[in-house]
Nanobody, 118 residues
Framework: QVQLVESGGGLVQAGGSLRLSCTASGSIFSINAMGWYRQAPGKQRELVASITSDSTNYADSVKGRFTISRNNAKNVVYLQMNSLKPEDTAVYYC?????????????WGQGTQVTVSS
């Protein structure tokens, strides 16, 4: 059984910062890509940022403001969010492509709310 648990969401004023964390636990053999998605009310879930062993990828809307990083030893992925805007308000979901003993599949966290006030 694999679990992803997010933390770090909350309410912040425009221009402020938040740091999200996501820890993977369970019967993990290895973790490939990890990433953060978000879903605002009435909108589709979208990729915010992703990270592999040698590359990172960002949505155009967050480039230069958000930074994704990971601690492989602890199975943790972070999202540092700076210069937050009201349009960043959404539920943020952690995603990880994880190899367990007999298969590889995507896992999702439960989501953490980020609200940016103007």
């Amino acid at each position: 059984q694999v679990q992803l648990v997010e933390s770090g969401g909350g309410l912040v004023q425009a221009g402020g910062s938040l740091r999200l964390s996501c820890t993977a636990s369970g019967s993990i053999f290895s973790i490939n890509a990890m990433g953060w998605y978000r879903q605002a009310p009435g909108k589709q879930r979208e990729l915010v940022a992703s990270i592999t062993s040698d590359s990172t990828n960002y949505a155009d809307s967050v480039k230069g403001r958000f930074t994704i990083s990971r601690n492989n030893a602890k199975n943790v992925v972070y999202l540092q969010m700076n210069s937050l805007k009201p349009e960043d308000t959404a539920v943020y979901y952690c995603n990880a492509n994880i190899k367990v003993i007999y298969s590889t599949k995507d896992y999702w966290g439960q989501g953490t709310q980020v609200t940016v006030s103007s």
